[in-house]
């Protein structure tokens, strides 16, 4: 079964520095996804950033990068120059390759940006 | 383009009364939907994944007379909870599939309805 894990429940940063958040996921599929969402206050799944599983570049949108180490099976979310709007809860999430797929969520980070 | 709403974004009903939430795709055929349950500070657990013409599928755990699911449309979802008790109250969230160009089976989030059972 396909299972994800965020082991951090909360996190904090400063105003523009950096921080990392971590997802471990446990799977026996080769070729799959991997998400990570934010869900601001406004309850609204924003989508950050996907990985396909057979890409070995990792993945950037902007001031957001991943480190995929599918060995590993890691996929850490790295915001970078961190703004007030990234107050969020941080979903990693992993879906199949398949038709019928669905979502598997960790539990969330819930990240604090520190003025 | 591919956004999918959710009505209405909150309601309270007494116990024992029926609440109907509606999803929709507002630009995009949604092949397949799928409706989420999120409690306060928890992450999304999915309820059932819908498709279009055919029955949903439940996951294990979730009653499926008491969330009545119809995927009538390629636009429409709706999701019954019937004689609704306290313990429903919760955020539900819908997602829908379908060709909405960008990436195959790509999933968009509705914006959740507050349900609150009194």
């Known amino acids: 079964a396909q299972t994800v894990t965020q082991s951090q429940p909360e996190m904090s940063v400063q105003e523009a520095e950096t921080v990392t958040l971590s997802c471990t996921y446990d799977?026996?599929?080769?070729?799959?996804?991997l998400f990570w969402y934010k869900q601001p206050p406004s309850r609204q799944m924003i989508l950050v950033i996907r990985?396909?599983?057979?890409?070995?570049q990792n993945a950037t949108e902007n001031r957001f990068s991943v480190n995929f180490q599918k060995a590993a099976k890691s996929f850490s979310l790295k915001i970078s120059d961190s703004q007030l709007g990234d107050a969020a809860m941080y979903f990693c999430?992993?879906?199949?390759?398949?038709?019928?797929?669905?979502?598997?969520f960790g539990t969330g980070t819930s990240l604090t940006v520190i003025p | 383009g591919a956004v999918v709403s959710q009505h209405p974004s909150r309601v309270i009903c007494k116990s024992g009364t029926s609440v109907k939430i509606e999803c929709r795709s507002l630009d995009f055929q949604a092949t397949t939907m799928f409706w989420y349950r999120q409690f306060p500070k928890q992450s999304l657990m999915l309820m059932a994944t819908s498709n279009e013409g055919s029955k949903a599928t439940y996951e294990q755990g979730v009653e499926k007379d008491k969330f009545l699911i119809n995927h009538a449309s390629l636009t429409l979802s709706t999701l019954t909870v019937t004689s609704a008790h306290p313990e429903d109250s919760s955020f539900y969230i819908c997602?829908?599939?379908?060709?909405?160009?960008?990436?195959?089976?790509?999933?968009?989030f509705g914006p959740g309805t507050r349900l609150t059972v009194t």
């Open positions: 799977t026996s599929e080769s070729d799959y996804y």
């Open positions: 990985q396909e599983a057979y890409k070995q």
């Open positions: 999430a992993y879906r199949t390759d398949s038709t019928g797929n669905q979502f598997y």
């Open positions: 997602s829908a599939r379908g060709l909405a160009g960008g990436h195959p089976y790509e999933q968009y």
